[in-house]
């Protein structure tokens, strides 16, 4: 069930804040949200690419440039998880979200959406769902 997967998930420690920009500028920001797609689906990495290209705020800025940015390195994700969009992201779905003037990838939680920060993880509600990705929920 989702319930028995979100528990298992990085998304068992997450608190509800409304936390300042500072505090969710990290790296791996989007490796949380691949963990979770394969976590929930069962599919290969995603983000296996990505992963270990960067270990610094810096290192993921730069490499998110040279890939057209964190929607681009989303969607191609998304799409070698076999996501379909979606207009209406229920619990358990990913995507891009803006929070405080920054785009994040994240993990619906409904009203909420979990994302990585200095903390660990965080559910902030968003000042905009820029795209979203369904989730397949068995």
Request: hydrophobic share 40%; proline share 7%.
């Amino acid at each position: 069930s989702l319930e028995k997967r979100l528990a298992n998930s990085p998304m068992r420690q997450a608190r509800c804040v409304r936390a300042p920009v500072r505090a969710i500028r990290r790296p791996q920001l989007s490796a949380t949200v691949a963990d979770w797609v394969m976590t929930a689906t069962g599919c290969p990495d995603p983000a296996a690419d990505l992963r270990g290209r960067y270990t610094t705020a810096l290192g993921r800025e730069r490499l998110l440039k040279r890939r057209f940015g964190l929607h681009a390195v989303m969607a191609g994700c998304a799409i070698k998880a076999g996501l379909a969009p979606t207009t209406n992201p229920v619990r358990g779905d990913v995507g891009t979200i803006r929070h405080d003037r920054q785009k994040l990838a994240a993990i619906c939680l409904g009203e909420r959406w979990a994302v990585k920060s200095s903390r660990g993880i965080d559910a902030l509600k968003p000042d905009e769902i820029i795209f979203a990705w369904s989730v397949p929920h068995g």
